[in-house]
């Protein structure tokens, strides 16, 4: 039992680059969210799913996209990576009642 | 928009003394509120949460109390140890609100 995993660890860009943060979860919660994590700010809320084939913006949308086409797994996507996206990237799974389960994290370099 | 505040952002204690963080949230339909515990390098954890039907919960060395009239809750933290060193973050959930963070409160414990 896995729990919520996150692929890649760790990667660098270039500005204009794109690249897909892939978050994997084998606990069958419905909801899944993606956050970003900056010094100081805490954590702000990206993009959020609340089941298969759904998606909603959060705070902090603009710059990202996401797609939720199988219900564990729940893909950030970067189209044109900008140095101000430089953070670290958690998912978490939700059940329903508000418990949060954290992936690892992804830390992200744009250069 | 809704959201949730948190004192202090840092907190130096004697190891073997007590810490207190607290948070205050805007959402009164609020009704979940959860403390997550990051330690370096990796995802928030959850170590304790409160219902609004309770006033006060309490799992070995940490508890919470929440004053829903006032709209804030605590965590506290007795006998501090140096494992307790991390970043905690207070969070407030309601079905429309869903979950928000506070930003968080890095926990030093001296030797």
């Known amino acids: 039992n896995a729990g919520v995993t996150q692929t890649p660890k760790f990667r660098v860009l270039k500005t204009g680059q794109s690249m897909t943060l892939l978050c994997a979860q084998d606990?069958?919660?419905?909801?899944m969210y993606w956050y970003r994590q900056d010094p100081g700010m805490g954590l702000r809320l990206i993009h959020y799913s609340v089941g298969e084939g759904t998606t909603a913006k959060g705070e902090v949308p603009d710059g990202y996209n996401v797609s939720r086409l199988k219900k564990q797994n729940f893909l950030l996507g970067l189209e044109s990576a900008a140095p101000s996206q430089t953070s670290v990237y958690f998912c978490?799974?939700?059940?329903?009642?508000?418990?949060?389960?954290f992936g690892p994290g992804t830390r992200l370099l744009v250069l | 928009g809704e959201n949730v505040e948190q004192h202090p952002s840092t907190l130096s204690v004697q190891e073997g003394d007590s810490a207190v963080i607290k948070c205050t949230y805007s959402?009164?339909?609020?009704?979940?509120f959860p403390w997550y515990k990051q330690e370096l390098g990796k995802g928030p954890q959850l170590i304790i949460d409160?219902?609004?039907?309770?006033g006060e919960k309490k799992d070995q060395r940490i508890a919470v109390t929440l004053n829903k009239t006032a709209k804030h809750f605590s965590l506290h933290i007795t006998e501090t140890q140096p494992e307790d060193s991390a970043v905690y973050f207070c969070a407030a959930y309601s079905s429309a609100s869903k979950i928000i963070f506070g930003s968080g409160t890095r926990l030093s414990i001296r030797p």
């Open positions: 409160i219902r609004s039907n309770v």
């Open positions: 978490a799974t939700d059940t329903l009642i508000g418990t949060q389960y």
């Open positions: 606990m069958n919660h419905e909801y």
């Open positions: 959402d009164s339909a609020s009704n979940y």
